[in-house]
């Protein structure tokens, strides 16, 4: 891993940064999040200016214009790594360079270049790429084995097929196959054998096929692989953009989410790592993964094929361009399907150990999944017990509906889930709106676009202080990623069933054991939730951490400086005998293990009915700190059952707040967010050594102190009230470092009471002061633009604006008979931004709420100007194009589509 990015050093700096208090107000833009770019049009790979524009524009906006993704799908025209393409990435760098700001390139068009190595392939192009024409690699097609099965009754004989290899298994009365007898009986043509007398024997013949219904067609098995497609993807960047490397340029995005192959994928060296990891022949145990031995040796047949899988795909593909990257100081980021555990297992192999094989580990949290955990724990799993950065990309396919509360909201998820680098999905190259790829576009067609610098500040301030220390978690979640794999067999590699796509769960393809896998999924999925909700800190392990972990005296298990007294089984089909060990070393020291289901009936090392694992599950059961939560964790959160401590304790329960608990040298860091649309106020006590609480603001980098007391038995209560969507750093420490929190009374006037400014207000749009409209008409009333009318505070809905977005104006005289100088302007409810201008002077602008101003500064004693500009969303415009793309992507209503001033808006 590259010592740059670790957290040991800190993001962008080589100097060791021992706590973040120097820098929280401005940290490094590095931690500002990158956006995902898509270059999507052709024509404008002739421009590069306005490329060197638009990362100049995103850098005013505090976002890094990060990873340039290739989104133009046909390759039989030259885009995508042509000498036009370098000639615009060289000016989207050199802006970025001026502007403090990084930039780099995402590998792959999209996701993976197989149709750059492939002659066969129908787009294998006939013209530079890479700075030279593509070499033809035929010998890395994708190859899956489909098979033939017979039934060779005791005694006869049987015309076998042509194969690459043919294997023979005796079966018993039942039809079910003896592993003990497995044997290859022949290769090559087709040849004529012969069945013992004792018993009846399925024959299994194996070929290779190269047509695999994916839009992948190479083998990513193959370890001949790596040095073409580097050479492809990375020699002519080297050659052009090596001084920027590890400065503007830090590290490489490789957009694959996943993929190791298809069905029962083959290659010599996935059979060459089968024997070395299992000292087995991988031939003979194909047949196990077809159908299930007598001798219970199938479960570990299984494991062992997707873990040998997942161990060449991560030695292909991934660990290459790692290991390219940190030879050029730089890291290497990806994101896998960090989906259910069927999906990892069928598309990635194994999750968690991908994740290690990256200096930057990532996920993807498309649509509204950023507020689960469970697409967020265990990346962050990999990252805190490796000490790495975690790169999130998010708000992919959103939908075009999204708003600043969202943005901020999603934000305050992913913050409490470790991220250090957001990647906001994305924005297009192609201005011309009906013609982009996906949603959201967060740029200048977008009304909050020109304030987007608050959302990325709030961000990259938050990103920064997860950098610095670790999670303080106490409970430990095994993954079961193992005993789904073990599950996974049959009908899954059937290359008869065509419904094994990405999406396609277990039931729907028909494998025999997806109860068990739907099961396990559902414990883990609902154990990650529970504890989240109950504000647990909570850390995923697999069997790679679990085997280093040692079980103390006390009642612990011990990673490191990580310390954790509750460990929590998912049901299980197979385990490792020293994961075993562990556990049970854990639980009779003083340690407790709930049982979410099954305990395991089969080892890695044996298999089935192995009289080693019986023994140790017994001694299991038979511990003090085991217990059965068969029922799930839920019932025993609310029990406050043994180990299942939250990291605060909040005294109203109708505060639903987020938070997630760090240690960064002696004080505890603590993110609280609230993520609900109104206000809420709370009390918090914490189990800490540290007497003082401070309050660390993202949205302004401010530090203030919090209002707290100090308990006995080591207890801080703090009192906090939380604005909508907000979220916060509460720092303790054994010293008060902040000053008091600044005191705003928002009921004191002259007359003690709010001043309501009741009425109608002049409101117009001008057609000069709007988003980007290039792509779509102004979609205003002339009454709007003329500007001459005074309405109601009221939905936009009513002025015919259904299809506009952009900025409405607001203004009004309002008389004060004496200013104090601290009246706050509240506009109230608002949909979706604002901007406040009092007697012509900027007074500020706010994307979510509150919508409070500080305005008596700008105040006089008689009649003064208010302006408010209210700006709405993307979505609006977009339905000006029936036929888009992505649609919406569903159908929006009209609160989808309704904005404005909603009021009441008062003076304090």
């Given at each position: 891993m590259s010592q740059v990015f670790s957290r040991k050093t800190g993001a962008a700096q080589n100097a060791e940064i021992?706590?973040?208090?120097?820098?929280?107000?401005?940290?490094?833009?590095?931690?500002?999040?990158?956006?995902?770019?898509?270059?999507?049009?052709?024509?404008?790979?002739?421009?590069?200016?306005?490329?060197?524009?638009?990362?100049?524009?995103?850098?005013?906006?505090?976002?890094?214009?990060?990873?340039?993704?290739?989104?133009?799908?046909?390759?039989?025209?030259?885009?995508?790594?042509?000498?036009?393409?370098?000639?615009?990435?060289?000016?989207?760098?050199?802006?970025?360079?001026?502007?403090?700001?990084?930039?780099?390139?995402?590998?792959?068009?999209?996701?993976?270049?197989?149709?750059?190595?492939?002659?066969?392939?129908?787009?294998?192009?006939?013209?530079?790429?890479?700075?030279?024409?593509?070499?033809?690699?035929?010998?890395?097609?994708?190859?899956?084995?489909?098979?033939?099965?017979?039934?060779?009754?005791?005694?006869?004989?049987?015309?076998?097929?042509?194969?690459?290899?043919?294997?023979?298994?005796?079966?018993?009365?039942?039809?079910?196959?003896?592993?003990?007898?497995?044997?290859?009986?022949?290769?090559?043509?087709?040849?004529?054998?012969?069945?013992?007398?004792?018993?009846?024997w399925r024959?299994?013949?194996?070929?290779?096929?190269?047509?695999?219904?994916?839009?992948?067609?190479?083998?990513?098995?193959?370890?001949?692989?790596?040095?073409?497609?580097?050479?492809?993807?990375?020699?002519?960047?080297?050659?052009?953009?090596?001084?920027?490397?590890?400065?503007?340029?830090?590290?490489?995005?490789?957009?694959?989410?996943?993929?190791?192959?298809?069905?029962?994928?083959?290659?010599?060296?996935?059979?060459?790592?089968?024997?070395?990891?299992?000292?087995a022949d991988i031939r003979l145990r194909l047949p196990l993964m077809i159908e299930e031995d007598t001798e219970g040796l199938w479960p570990k047949a299984r494991r062992d094929w997707f873990d040998a899988v997942a161990r060449v795909y991560s030695a292909c593909v991934f660990k290459p361009l790692d290991q390219w990257c940190q030879q050029r100081n730089m890291y290497s980021t990806c994101h896998f399907w960090e989906e259910d555990l069927f999906e990892q297992a069928t598309r990635v192999g194994n999750f968690m150990l991908m994740q290690r094989e990256f200096s930057l580990p990532g996920t993807d949290a498309l649509f509204k999944t950023i507020h689960d955990p469970r697409y967020f724990k265990e990346t962050q799993s990999v990252c805190e017990f490796e000490g790495r950065q975690m790169m999130c990309e998010a708000f992919g396919i959103i939908g075009w509906d999204v708003t600043p509360n969202e943005l901020k909201a999603g934000a305050n998820s992913a913050v409490a889930m470790g991220i250090t680098q957001m990647v906001p999905h994305g924005i297009n190259s192609n201005r011309v709106l009906a013609n982009t790829s996906y949603p959201p576009d967060f740029y200048d067609s977008n009304p909050y676009w020109r304030h987007f610098h608050l959302w990325t500040d709030f961000?990259?301030?938050?990103?920064?202080?997860?950098?610095?220390?670790?999670?303080?978690?106490?409970?430990?979640?095994?993954?079961?990623?193992?005993?789904?794999?073990?599950?996974?067999?049959?009908?899954?590699?059937?290359?008869?069933?065509?419904?094994?796509?990405?999406?396609?769960?277990?039931?729907?393809?028909?494998?025999?054991?997806?109860?068990?896998?739907?099961?396990?999924?559902?414990?883990?999925?609902?154990?990650?939730?529970?504890?989240?909700?109950?504000?647990?800190?909570?850390?995923?392990?697999?069997?790679?951490?679990?085997?280093?972990?040692?079980?103390?005296?006390?009642?612990?298990?011990?990673?490191?400086?990580?310390?954790?007294?509750?460990?929590?089984?998912?049901?299980?089909?197979?385990?490792?005998?020293?994961?075993?060990?562990?556990?049970?070393?854990?639980?009779?020291?003083?340690?407790?293990?709930?049982?979410?289901?099954?305990?395991?009936?089969?080892?890695?090392?044996?298999?089935?009915?192995?009289?080693?694992?019986?023994?140790?599950?017994?001694?299991?059961?038979?511990?003090?700190?085991?217990?059965?939560?068969?029922?799930?964790?839920?019932?025993?959160?609310?029990?406050?059952?043994?180990?299942?401590?939250?990291?605060?304790?909040?005294?109203?329960?109708?505060?639903?707040?987020?938070?997630?608990?760090?240690?960064?040298?002696?004080?505890?860091?603590?993110?609280?967010?609230?993520?609900?649309?109104?206000?809420?106020?709370?009390?918090?006590?914490?189990?800490?050594?540290?007497?003082?609480?401070?309050?660390w603001n993202c949205e302004d980098g401010s530090v203030t102190q919090a209002a707290s007391e100090y308990l006995q038995d080591n207890q801080l209560h703090v009192k906090l009230t939380f604005n909508p969507y907000e979220g916060i750093w509460l720092v303790l420490s054994s010293e008060q470092s902040a000053p008091e929190a600044p005191s705003l009374n928002l009921n004191a006037n002259s007359n003690g009471h709010p001043l309501a400014i009741n009425g109608t207000w002049q409101v117009s749009v001008d057609k000069n002061d709007q988003p980007d409209q290039a792509q779509h008409k102004l979609a205003a009333p002339e009454w709007l633009i003329e500007g001459t009318e005074s309405r109601p505070l009221e939905s936009w809905l009513k002025w015919d604006l259904k299809q506009f977005s952009g900025f409405v104006d607001y203004s009004k005289d309002v008389a004060l008979d004496q200013v104090t100088g601290k009246e706050i302007l509240d506009l109230g409810d608002v949909k979706h931004m604002a901007e406040v201008r009092i007697n012509g002077q900027d007074a500020g602008v706010r994307l979510w709420p509150p919508f409070r101003f500080e305005i008596g500064k700008f105040l006089n004693s008689g009649t003064n100007r208010i302006e408010i500009k209210v700006g709405n969303i993307l979505l609006n415009a977009v339905t000006q194009y029936e036929k888009h793309q992505w649609r919406w992507p569903k159908q929006p209503s009209d609160e989808d589509l309704d904005a404005g001033l909603f009021g009441p808006v008062t003076i304090s």
């Open positions: 021992l706590s973040p208090d120097q820098n929280f107000n401005n940290p490094d833009m590095f931690y500002a999040p990158h956006t995902f770019w898509f270059w999507n049009k052709p024509d404008e790979i002739k421009k590069p200016k306005h490329f060197a524009e638009m990362a100049k524009e995103m850098s005013r906006q505090g976002l890094n214009p990060g990873y340039i993704h290739a989104r133009h799908y046909k390759a039989g025209e030259p885009f995508w790594l042509s000498d036009d393409w370098y000639t615009c990435f060289s000016a989207s760098v050199e802006a970025a360079r001026d502007n403090g700001t990084f930039v780099t390139y995402t590998m792959g068009d999209p996701c993976f270049p197989d149709k750059y190595m492939l002659p066969d392939h129908p787009e294998f192009p006939k013209f530079e790429v890479g700075g030279s024409l593509p070499e033809p690699h035929p010998e890395l097609k994708a190859t899956t084995l489909n098979y033939n099965i017979q039934t060779v009754k005791a005694g006869q004989s049987a015309t076998l097929p042509e194969s690459i290899f043919t294997i023979a298994c005796e079966v018993n009365e039942n039809g079910k196959l003896r592993s003990s007898t497995l044997g290859q009986i022949g290769e090559g043509s087709s040849f004529s054998w012969t069945a013992p007398a004792s018993a009846d024959v299994f013949s194996f070929t290779t096929t190269h047509d695999v219904p994916s839009q992948y067609k190479i083998n990513f098995l193959d370890k001949r692989l790596a040095e073409p497609w580097l050479k492809l993807e990375n020699k002519k960047y080297e050659q052009l953009f090596s001084a920027d490397f590890s400065k503007t340029m830090k590290g490489v995005f490789f957009d694959l989410e996943g993929f190791w192959g298809y069905k029962m994928a083959w290659s010599e060296d996935l059979a060459e790592e089968y024997q070395k990891q299992t000292g961000v990259r301030r938050a990103s920064y202080v997860n950098d610095h220390g670790r999670l303080n978690a106490n409970v430990l979640l095994f993954n079961p990623l193992e005993s789904v794999s073990a599950l996974v067999g049959d009908s899954f590699f059937d290359t008869q069933k065509k419904s094994a796509t990405v999406w396609a769960s277990a039931e729907e393809i028909g494998v025999t054991h997806s109860n068990q896998i739907e099961a396990i999924e559902h414990a883990y999925t609902e154990a990650f939730q529970d504890l989240y909700r109950a504000r647990i800190e909570t850390l995923v392990a697999d069997s790679h951490y679990l085997d280093q972990m040692t079980a103390t005296e006390n009642g612990t298990l011990k990673y490191g400086a990580f310390e954790f007294t509750t460990l929590i089984l998912p049901p299980l089909k197979i385990i490792g005998l020293k994961t075993a060990k562990t556990i049970v070393n854990f639980t009779q020291s003083g340690g407790t293990v709930y049982a979410l289901g099954n305990l395991p009936d089969s080892s890695i090392e044996h298999g089935a009915d192995n009289p080693q694992l019986q023994q140790l599950m017994t001694d299991l059961q038979t511990s003090v700190g085991f217990i059965k939560a068969e029922g799930g964790l839920k019932p025993l959160i609310e029990s406050k059952s043994a180990g299942l401590v939250p990291c605060v304790m909040v005294e109203n329960d109708g505060a639903n707040l987020i938070a997630s608990r760090r240690m960064i040298g002696n004080r505890d860091f603590i993110w609280l967010a609230n993520n609900e649309p109104t206000e809420v106020s709370t009390s918090l006590t914490i189990a800490t050594a540290n007497r003082y609480a401070a309050i």
